[in-house]
């Protein structure tokens, strides 16, 4: 088979030569495949060449883009090769990103002479938290109030025009810039990998952000909402001086490694090419309607009344019966989790039934969902109620009733030698609070009346005396005592109430 390699600027001797030695080297390799010569598709075939074929973008790769972002500052040396570089930064400080045209002669026309808009976002990295960063994002605004995720160094950056952060999107902001002048944009980065990780015992490691920047141009109504170009790179961010130490333990980690050792790890390069990258899906913020101006002193948010988590308005809790079940609908169970209060990872479940739900584990739930909001998804999946504080037991026939009942107990019992005699009915209390105030207010539900018909209720005592109940009384209630209400009625529709 004959093979030519197209070298510019080789002589043909050369090239023959090449040749020769790469058609010597296939040799065998026809052999091994069992047949006297061989075939660019058998060889092709190999798992080797399906490796790196698999490990090529499905674009040429040789393809320019049109921009360019680097980030300046060092990679870790501790990556290995084909594994995505990883950059650290501290807690912040300011780090220059420079904006840089790469478009061909003719390219992308339309744009000479126009600014574009550039968003920047600092996003997670795991999919997981992906998923549940609106809420991840207000626990950190909820622990850091007045603060933001990312910023810009006004002062330090260059060619920048009208740069904006939107007080409710702490880790984005944006601005114009006009890609035939030089651009270098400075951006701070103000939290810190390990404020995001489940467990916090100390030494642990801290989760991997991305800086992700998403450029458009003008559509015909000046909206920038056309999408041109995206591109992110992998970060963590340690607190001041953070960043330097990790960076020189990684790389007196790599010092020590053997020579074939190093070999199956990246260089460290000291700058970070942002790598090409879809779009980020939630396109709400590029919009052209008027958003706060950029204020380089941190924006502070009110909080909601009467709620313990910021910006959430109190939602009515979930009825009792609604328990999910086996059979229900994907539909059904995205519902399911809007009226239980899971609103933030509908998304997430959105082709999960009922069943599927139902066979997640508590650890797969936390997992997902985080510890807190991953021990109440997994309890509400089980239907677990709160125990209440107290049980205790009541019935409503009143004393004299029941001595006349079990006195007709007695004759049966004694002349036909069985009790089939009536029973009497209790209904269980379940008290939270352990005040009078909710006992009343029970022991009207139970008789339907309004509580302030219950002018009092009283505890029969030793020797038939009437004890007022206080509260210090129901908490000294055993659990599960069992009572018989008598009621005492007086003028106006009010009651006494004996518990007896």
């Given amino acids: 088979m004959a093979w030519a390699l197209k070298l510019p600027l080789a002589d043909e001797v050369i090239e023959s030569g090449l040749v020769q030695d790469f058609d010597a080297s296939l040799s065998g390799i026809g052999q091994e495949l069992g047949a006297g010569a061989y075939s660019m598709s058998d060889v092709l075939a ?83 938290l992906q998923y549940t960063e609106h809420q991840q994002l207000e626990g950190w605004r909820w622990n ?20 904006r952060a939107n007080p409710n999107q702490l880790n984005t902001v944006e601005f114009l810039w006009d890609p035939a002048k030089r651009t270098s944009v400075f951006i701070q980065v103000h939290c810190i990998s390990t404020e995001f990780t489940m ?3 100390g030494g642990e490691k801290g989760v991997p952000f991305r800086v992700q920047i998403d450029t458009f141009k003008e559509n015909e109504n000046g909206e920038y909402t056309e999408h041109l170009h995206s591109a992110s790179c992998q970060i963590k961010v340690f607190k001041p001086k953070g960043a330097d130490r990790k960076q020189k333990t990684d790389r007196e980690k790599m010092e020590k490694r053997t020579p074939h050792e190093k070999e199956k790890y990246q260089p460290s390069y000291e700058t970070t090419i942002l790598t090409e990258c879809s779009p980020w899906p939630e396109i709400t913020y590029v919009n052209n309607s008027p958003s706060p101006g950029f204020n380089s002193s941190h924006s502070s948010f009110s909080l909601g009344e009467g709620n313990g988590s910021p910006n959430h308005q109190p939602e009515p809790p979930p009825p009792v019966t609604d328990n999910l079940l086996p059979t229900t609908t994907p539909q059904e169970a995205q519902q399911w989790l809007h009226r239980n209060r899971f609103s933030t990872f ?41 125990r209440p504080r107290l049980t205790i037991y009541v019935c409503q026939e009143s004393l004299q009733l029941r001595e006349q009942q079990q006195q007709q107990q007695n004759q049966q019992k ?25 006992l009343t207010e029970k022991i009207a539900q139970l008789f339907s009346i309004s509580p302030c018909q219950i002018s009092q209720i009283y505890k029969q005592g030793p020797t038939g005396i009437h004890v007022l109940i206080s509260d210090e009384m129901i908490q000294n209630f055993q659990e599960e005592a069992c009572f018989i209400l008598d009621t005492m009625k007086e003028t106006n529709d009010s009651y006494h109430i004996i518990l007896k």
């Fill in 46 to 128: 190999l798992p080797i060449f399906k490796q790196e074929e698999s490990s090529l973008p499905p674009d040429n790769e040789n393809k320019i883009l049109p921009f360019q972002y680097v980030l300046c500052a060092a990679t870790s040396p501790a990556v290995k090769l084909h594994d995505e570089t990883l950059t650290y930064l501290n807690q912040g400080q300011s780090y220059e990103i420079r904006m840089l045209d790469n478009r061909k002669l003719g390219e992308l026309p339309e744009i000479n002479g126009k600014l574009v808009k550039s968003i920047f976002r600092v996003v997670f990295h795991d999919r997981r």
């Fill in 144 to 163: 850091r109030p007045g603060d933001r995720i990312l910023d810009i160094d006004i002062p330090m950056s260059v060619g920048i025009i009208d740069p």
């Fill in 199 to 201: 467990r916090k015992h």
């Fill in 346 to 386: 509908t998304r997430l479940f959105t082709n999960f039934s009922g069943a599927d739900l139902l066979k997640l584990t508590r650890d797969d739930v936390i997992q997902i969902c985080g510890p807190a909001d991953g021990i109440r998804l997994f309890n509400a999946l089980k239907g677990r109620m709160v």
């Fill in 414 to 438: 004694h002349e036909d030698g069985d009790s089939n005699g009536t029973f009497f009915v209790y209904h269980a209390i379940y008290l939270e609070e352990l005040t009078a105030v909710e």
